[in-house]
């Protein structure tokens, strides 16, 4: 992954599915592992998709970015919310771009 505010630019994830549910949603909480414990923890934010069928060749995507269970130590780190609102609209952007099978 890639975020600007890091010192490095670059990190690794680890995600933790919530929900999966094709092809209705998918939904999951991004985890990492901490510089403390070096254990995998998780933030408190979850991001989830929810697909609505509109037509043989078409689907109605929702994004979602829930940040309110992050805890004062993540917080100590980034600033939520973490994204605006293009942020977001460029994800379903690229989701949008990708060619179907």
Do not use: C
């Not at 890091?6 to 929900?19: H, I, K, S, W």
């Amino acid at each position: 992954m890639h975020h600007e505010n890091r010192p490095d630019g670059g990190y690794e994830m680890a995600n933790q599915v919530l929900a999966f549910d094709p092809p209705r949603v998918i939904s999951w909480k991004p985890g990492y592992m901490s510089p403390e414990t070096g254990e995998l923890e998780f933030g408190g934010w979850i991001w989830r998709y929810d697909l609505t069928p509109l037509g043989p060749d078409e689907t109605e995507v929702t994004l979602s970015y829930d940040w309110s269970a992050v805890g004062p130590v993540p917080r100590q780190h980034i600033q939520f919310p973490p994204f605006e609102a293009d942020h977001l609209a460029s994800s379903l952007g690229h989701l949008a771009a990708i060619e179907p099978r």
